[in-house]
């Protein structure tokens, strides 16, 4: 066993680390169980701290927050039927009909246990998996990155958008405010217009504080308006401790929706929701009771809510990894983690070993503080469901000036982040997708380089894409997720045309 | 409510523009003369490429699809609303580096918070006050992040 496996369990171990670990937890679990409030924008709410911890402390906190978040998503899911987070769609499911029967305790008793076996199988290939892909990695030169970045730029617009046309315009988008600021070839001044906060370009940080948490306090005004029938009324629990016929049920969900959600988190873009609806199905599928999914069956919860939280474990492998995040809590670790100088990839492991593994660790740590801090402080954080928003929305606003201002102490930032609010907004209503954006304003410098470079290499050869077989994969791979994408947009179509035809 | 084939249609036009507005920045890119080396302008061209691709795709996916129907609106539009909230923010964005922090936020939550459908004056006034002064505190205290004080603020230092 690599000493740095140890020395990582022992930096993650430390009080600070644990003490970051569990308060990120609990953060996550009442930010994941408001609706209206995503991981992302609970993210966005410690993002300050982290330009202020010591790096391994950060990222623990943000870990504790990530994994907390997806469980805290299916509490209003099962008690009000709104989804914290669209990671527990699924699991409203049948965790309300749960509650409404009177069994609201045993369903998110459920929901808490299966998520934790998620986590923990998610745990497993995170620290089994990383390292070997991190040793692949190694062996990548410029053009195997450039086409990796350009698999994983594709893949995230074909899961992102239901159109693959506006998926890549959202990207290209992105790549394009990438450019503004410094050449990374050769420093030279590109769409800047003389302004000087412009010359280290935008900060994809103070870009995603826009892009989410604006459009998100605006949803909240439509919210008030149109109050949900149901919100606010909690409905009341005992136990939340699963019996043990429960623990035997779960055994099928979990054994499906662990893995299926540990592998889609290692495909950029896929993200929970996803898994949380293909493990649903597919344990319908196997169920010997599948009449009782819809109705409140104990596996209906289990199945989603292991898979969304083994998403978690699973797009930690890409972004520790090969630098690729999977969705914007990954992109805001890879944030975290530059702005103390540590560059995710698989350099990670060779040159900060140590920091690699304790942050395997730190998200070992994040699942049992999850489970025990749910299991034990449920029936005070659902309290936290009748907080106002008259309070919630404004400190939220604030935070997130805080967020982008302290990023590099300047108004600037500030004026940033709200114009790309206002983008969100935009791209919101002409059914952009965001996500695709942002991933690349965090891999377009990437893709420059290792193109630039690969370019220079090859003395303006395409061909050197070509010929590499491990560029060859990754160019694979990226035309099968194209056509993929494609073929799934004409299915679609075809089938709401079948369904609007009389 | 606007169908998506105007929005489309809406979204192919600007980005047409803005591809046009890249393409005459890009053209500007200074050059510099190192042999066998790619220019500062090679990977904007790129993307003025790309861009002008799938902003032409999604133009003629507009021309090909039929006329649709206009989407019911199921959710009330806060207009008003939003207007108002868009005008404090900018209030807010013009007065932040002159007043600083506190001074700045605390009407931006009060008036928040009646957006956010607050109505007791008290309520507005203690919470504004009470939670832009803490997060100030415990922001510059603790966690040592320098937030601006403007002109009134040093009186919270």
Same mark, same amino acid.
């Given at each position: 066993?690599?000493?740095?496996?140890?020395?990582?369990?022992?930096?993650?171990?430390?009080?600070?680390?644990?003490?970051?670990?569990?308060?990120?937890?609990?953060?996550?679990?009442?930010?994941?169980?408001?609706?209206?409030?995503?991981?992302?924008?609970?993210?966005?709410?410690?993002?300050?701290?982290?330009?202020?911890?010591?790096?391994?402390?950060?990222?623990?906190?943000?870990?504790?927050?990530?994994?907390?978040?997806?469980?805290?998503?299916?509490?209003?899911?099962?008690?009000?039927?709104?989804?914290?987070?669209?990671?527990?769609?699924?699991?409203?499911?049948?965790?309300?009909?749960?509650?409404?029967?009177?069994?609201?305790?045993?369903?998110?008793?459920?929901?808490?246990?299966?998520? @934790?076996?998620?986590?923990?199988?998610?745990?497993?290939?995170?620290?089994?998996?990383?390292?070997l892909l991190a040793e692949v990695a190694l062996q990548f030169q410029s053009p195997d990155l450039f086409s990796l970045v350009f698999f994983g730029l594709t893949i995230i617009c074909s899961?992102?958008?239901?159109?693959?046309?506006?998926?890549?315009?959202?990207?290209?988008?992105?790549?394009?405010?990438?450019?503004?600021?410094?050449?990374?070839?050769?420093?030279?001044?590109?769409?800047?217009?003389?302004?000087?906060?412009?010359?280290?370009? *935008?900060?994809?940080?103070?870009?995603?504080?826009?892009?989410?948490?604006?459009?998100?306090?605006?949803?909240? @005004?439509?919210?008030?308006?149109?109050?949900?029938?149901?919100?606010?009324?909690?409905?009341?629990?005992?136990?939340?401790i699963p019996n043990f016929s429960d623990l035997k049920l779960m055994r099928l969900p979990i054994s499906i929706g662990a893995p299926v959600g540990s592998f889609l988190g290692i495909l950029?873009?896929?993200?929970?929701?996803?898994?949380?609806?293909?493990?649903?199905?597919?344990?319908?599928?196997?169920?010997?009771?599948?009449?009782?999914?819809?109705?409140?069956?104990?596996?209906?919860?289990?199945?989603?809510?292991?898979?969304?939280?083994?998403?978690?474990?699973?797009?930690?492998?890409?972004?520790?990894?090969?630098?690729?995040?999977?969705?914007?809590?990954?992109?805001?670790?890879?944030?975290?983690?530059?702005?103390?100088?540590?560059?995710?990839?698989?350099?990670?492991?060779?040159?900060?070993?140590?920091?690699?593994?304790?942050?395997?660790?730190?998200?070992?740590?994040?699942?049992?503080?999850?489970?025990?801090?749910?299991?034990?402080?449920?029936?005070?954080?659902?309290?936290?469901?009748?907080?106002?928003?008259?309070?919630?929305?404004?400190?939220?606003?604030?935070?997130?000036?805080?967020?982008?201002?302290?990023?590099?102490?300047?108004?600037?930032?500030?004026?940033?982040?709200?114009?790309?609010?206002?983008?969100?907004?935009?791209?919101?209503?002409?059914?952009?997708?965001?996500?695709?954006?942002?991933?690349?304003?965090?891999?377009?410098?990437?893709?420059?380089?290792?193109?630039?470079?690969?370019?220079?290499?090859?003395?303006?050869?395409?061909?050197?894409?070509?010929?590499?077989? @491990?560029?060859?994969?990754?160019?694979?791979?990226?035309?099968?997720? *194209?056509?993929?994408?494609?073929?799934?947009?004409?299915?679609?179509?075809?089938?709401?045309?079948?369904?609007?035809?009389? | 409510?606007?169908?998506?084939?105007?929005?489309?249609?809406?979204?192919?036009?600007?980005?047409?523009?803005?591809?046009?507005?890249?393409?005459?920045?890009?053209?500007?890119?200074?050059?510099?003369?190192?042999?066998?080396?790619?220019?500062?302008?090679?990977?904007?061209?790129?993307?003025?490429?790309?861009?002008?691709?799938?902003?032409?795709?999604?133009?003629?996916?507009?021309?090909?699809?039929?006329?649709?129907?206009?989407?019911?609106?199921?959710?009330?539009?806060?207009?008003?609303?939003?207007?108002?909230?868009?005008?404090?923010?900018?209030?807010?964005?013009?007065?932040?580096?002159?007043?600083?922090?506190?001074?700045?936020?605390?009407?931006?939550?009060?008036?928040?918070?009646?957006?956010?459908?607050?109505?007791?004056?008290?309520?507005?006034?203690?919470?504004?006050?009470?939670?832009?002064?803490?997060?100030?505190?415990?922001?510059?205290?603790?966690?040592?992040?320098?937030?601006?004080?403007?002109?009134?603020?040093?009186?919270?230092?």
């Open positions: 066993m690599s000493p740095d496996v140890l020395d990582g369990l022992v930096q993650a171990s430390q009080l600070n680390t644990i003490i970051a670990v569990a308060a990120g937890c609990l953060i996550g679990l009442v930010v994941g169980m408001i609706p209206g409030l995503t991981i992302s924008t609970g993210i966005i709410i410690v993002l300050p701290l982290t330009f202020v911890l010591p790096p391994e402390i950060s990222i623990a906190l943000l870990l504790g927050l990530y994994v907390s978040g997806m469980t805290g998503g299916s509490f209003s899911a099962i008690l009000l039927n709104i989804p914290g987070t669209p990671s527990a769609s699924a699991t409203a499911m049948d965790g309300n009909p749960m509650a409404r029967n009177g069994e609201a305790g045993r369903a998110m008793g459920i929901a808490i246990v299966s998520s @934790f076996f998620g986590g923990l199988f998610s745990f497993l290939c995170l620290f089994f998996v990383a390292p899961f992102a958008a239901r159109s693959l046309i506006k998926g890549f315009l959202s990207a290209a988008l992105g790549l394009a405010i990438v450019t503004i600021g410094q050449d990374p070839m050769m420093g030279t001044q590109r769409f800047t217009f003389g302004e000087v906060n412009l010359i280290g370009g *935008i900060h994809f940080l103070t870009a995603l504080i826009g892009l989410f948490a604006i459009p998100s306090l605006v949803d909240n @005004f439509t919210d008030f308006i149109n109050k949900s029938p149901g919100h606010g009324t909690l409905t009341k629990f005992k136990s939340v950029p873009g896929a993200g929970g929701p996803i898994a949380a609806f293909i493990s649903y199905d597919y344990c319908k599928r196997l169920s010997v009771n599948p009449e009782s999914f819809g109705k409140g069956s104990p596996q209906g919860i289990a199945a989603p809510e292991s898979a969304n939280n083994a998403v978690t474990g699973g797009a930690l492998i890409p972004m520790m990894t090969l630098g690729i995040p999977g969705d914007p809590v990954t992109a805001i670790l890879i944030g975290a983690l530059l702005i103390h100088g540590l560059a995710p990839g698989p350099l990670l492991f060779i040159e900060n070993g140590e920091f690699a593994y304790g942050v395997i660790f730190s998200f070992f740590w994040a699942n049992i503080f999850n489970i025990i801090i749910a299991l034990i402080c449920l029936r005070f954080l659902v309290k936290v469901l009748t907080i106002p928003k008259t309070l919630l929305m404004p400190s939220i606003a604030i935070l997130c000036v805080i967020g982008s201002y302290a990023l590099r102490n300047n108004f600037f930032d500030v004026y940033v982040m709200f114009a790309f609010g206002m983008l969100g907004l935009a791209m919101r209503w002409l059914e952009i997708p965001i996500i695709p954006l942002l991933l690349a304003m965090v891999l377009g410098r990437q893709l420059e380089e290792h193109l630039r470079v690969s370019l220079i290499a090859s003395k303006n050869d395409v061909s050197i894409f070509f010929t590499s077989p @491990f560029s060859l994969f990754f160019l694979g791979l990226a035309t099968g997720s *194209i056509i993929w994408s494609l073929f799934a947009e004409y299915k679609r179509r075809k089938n709401s045309t079948h369904s609007s035809s009389p | 409510m606007i169908n998506m084939r105007t929005r489309n249609l809406v979204a192919s036009i600007f980005l047409l523009f803005l591809c046009g507005g890249y393409a005459y920045l890009t053209v500007n890119l200074p050059t510099r003369a190192i042999e066998n080396s790619t220019q500062p302008s090679f990977f904007p061209w790129v993307i003025v490429v790309f861009l002008t691709g799938l902003t032409i795709l999604l133009l003629i996916q507009v021309a090909v699809s039929g006329k649709q129907p206009k989407i019911e609106r199921t959710h009330q539009l806060p207009v008003k609303r939003l207007i108002y909230g868009l005008l404090l923010s900018l209030a807010y964005l013009l007065a932040l580096p002159k007043l600083g922090f506190v001074a700045a936020n605390i009407p931006l939550f009060g008036g928040l918070m009646y957006l956010y459908g607050g109505r007791s004056p008290l309520w507005i006034g203690l919470g504004s006050v009470i939670i832009s002064v803490s997060v100030f505190l415990v922001f510059r205290q603790i966690f040592q992040i320098i937030l601006p004080v403007g002109a009134i603020g040093n009186i919270f230092c």
